[in-house]
């Protein structure tokens, strides 16, 4: 999975409490994303970087937020969990935007949200 | 105007048929098409992709075939395998990737 890791890979938790997931590379691409898959949706983009410290909305940020204080690691918090935001969540990286920008995912996080 | 649409939503192929997947988009600007392909508990990998000034890209047995006036591609799968059984997207990029819906195939031996 190109150099990039997830943790934890499963989690339960119940509704109301803050969740943070873990995304790290070893490639030093400069983007990195947040993306969620759910059946009939494909995957949609939460949130995403384009250097240390620099993050940006994507189609489905409400309810959580980023950070990314290094260029290895992006993470991913849901302030309060709802049920809503049980899914699978994926990393990616890339080292260019625009035409061609191959992303690399990461083997996801299944996290379940009771 | 963000959207792909994806289908079918599932496709069941022979082993040495063909499998045939469709995408529509909306947006003009977009001006990258990539196919992802994903394996059960693993991410999506990038199987393919095309610019807009190409009507068809052929790689080994995957072949993307693009109509720019009907805003429509789709993915073709010569002589289909087993191992081919995965989840299949289209994307487009527009500053962003906007992921199809996925399609599930399921080559039978």
């Known amino acids: 999975d190109a150099g990039i890791t997830q943790s934890p890979r499963h989690k339960v938790t119940e509704t109301g409490t803050p969740v943070t997931l873990r995304c790290h590379q070893t490639e030093n691409h400069r983007y990195m994303y947040w993306y969620r898959q759910d059946p009939g949706h494909g995957l949609r983009l939460i949130h995403y970087?384009?250097?240390?410290?620099?993050?940006d909305k994507g189609e489905v940020s409400d309810g959580y937020s980023v950070s990314r204080s290094k260029t290895e690691d992006f993470l991913l918090t849901l302030e309060s969990a709802t049920s809503s935001q049980t899914s699978v969540y994926f990393c990616?990286?890339?080292?260019?935007?625009?035409?061609?920008?191959?992303?690399?995912f990461g083997p996801g996080t299944r996290l379940t949200v009771l | 105007q963000q959207q792909v649409k994806q289908s079918p939503q599932s496709l069941i192929v022979q082993k040495g048929g063909i499998s045939i997947i469709n995408c529509a988009y909306e947006?003009?600007?977009?001006?990258?098409f990539p196919w992802y392909q994903q394996f059960p508990g693993k991410g999506p990998a990038l199987l393919i992709a095309i610019r807009p000034d190409v009507s068809e890209k052929k790689e080994g047995r995957f072949t993307i075939s693009f109509n720019k006036s009907a805003k429509q591609f789709s993915l073709h799968i010569m002589d289909s395998q087993p191992g081919d059984s995965a989840t299949y997207f289209c994307?487009?990029?527009?500053?962003?990737?906007?992921f199809g819906q996925g399609t599930e195939l399921s080559v039978k031996p």
């Open positions: 994307a487009a990029m527009g500053g962003k990737l906007i």
């Open positions: 947006n003009t600007a977009f001006d990258y």
């Open positions: 990616a990286i890339s080292n260019r935007t625009g035409y061609y920008n191959e992303q690399f």
């Open positions: 970087s384009y250097g240390v410290k620099d993050t």
